[in-house]
T-cell receptor
Framework: GAVVSQHPSWVICKSGTSVKIECRSL??????MFWYRQFPKQSLMLMAT?????????EQGVEKDKFLINHASLTLSTLTVTSAHPEDSSFYIC?????????????FGDGTRLSIL | AQTVTQSQPEMSVQEAETVTLSCTYD???????LFWYKQPPSRQMILVIR??????QNATENRFSVNFQKAAKSFSLKISDSQLGDTAMYFC?????????????FGKGTRLHILP
């Protein structure tokens, strides 16, 4: 089955630093990737949708200058949390959809636990 | 706008029993998918079952089956012969079928505990 790899799985860093999370589709070309944030015991909240080669579309309330998304190739999207602060600590999950578009479900990465000290 | 409602925040059942998780949704779309996702403590998102709205037949996957009532906008998940490994958070989700950017909308989830 389709595999989406997310890296790192866990990162701890100091307040003020920037953190990059990678999401790779290993065996298919991901035309669309999605980034979610999940707080403890809560549901997944969509942050943004990115299509390869174009700017990401951010959900209302998500700061695009804070959460930089790049989808430069059909197999890689990155989320950079800039100048991270403790309130940015959360679980971030990516998902990817392939060329078949809407008829293909999203495949999820295993998530990244981000802890800002 | 579409919404997904899961009215049971938490449930517990004994191993080997059958349990049903409720889900209702609201949409004006006619073509869409409904999903149940499982998120165990490892926090992986695992697709349990998928239902296309145009299909009248309820989807089944081994011990997992759904009761899809399109007119009532209801999509419940039944887990038969529950096992300890079924302990997880379960999310009901909706996705319209229009274009590649269509996003999945998740319910708030039901935390299911299977007791030994």
């Amino acid at each position: 089955g389709a595999v989406v790899s997310q890296h790192p799985s866990w990162v701890i860093c100091k307040s003020g630093t920037s953190v990059k999370i990678e999401c790779r589709s290993l065996d298919f070309q991901a035309t669309t990737m999605f980034w979610y944030r999940q707080f403890p015991k809560q549901s997944l909240m969509l942050m943004a949708t990115s299509n390869e080669g174009s700017k990401a579309t951010y959900e209302q309330g998500v700061e695009k200058d804070k959460f930089l998304i790049n989808h430069a190739s059909l197999t890689l999207s990155t989320l950079t949390v800039t100048s991270a602060h403790p309130e940015d600590s959360s679980f971030y999950i990516c998902s990817a959809r392939g060329e078949q578009g809407v008829n293909q479900p999203q495949h999820f990465g295993d998530g990244t636990r981000l802890s800002i000290l | 706008a579409q919404t997904v409602t899961q009215s049971q925040p938490e449930m517990s059942v004994q191993e080997a029993e059958t349990v049903t998780l409720s889900c209702t949704y609201d949409t004006s779309e006619s073509n869409y998918y409904l999903f149940w996702y499982k998120q165990p403590p490892s926090r992986q998102m695992i697709l349990v079952i998928r239902q296309e709205a145009y299909k009248q037949q309820n989807a089944t996957e081994n011990r997992f089956s759904v009761n899809f009532q399109k007119a009532a906008k209801s999509f419940s998940l039944k887990i038969s012969d529950s096992q300890l490994g079924d302990t997880a958070m379960y999310f009901c989700a909706f996705m319209k079928l229009e274009n590649r950017d269509d996003k999945i909308i998740f319910g708030k989830g039901t935390r299911l505990h299977i007791l030994p």
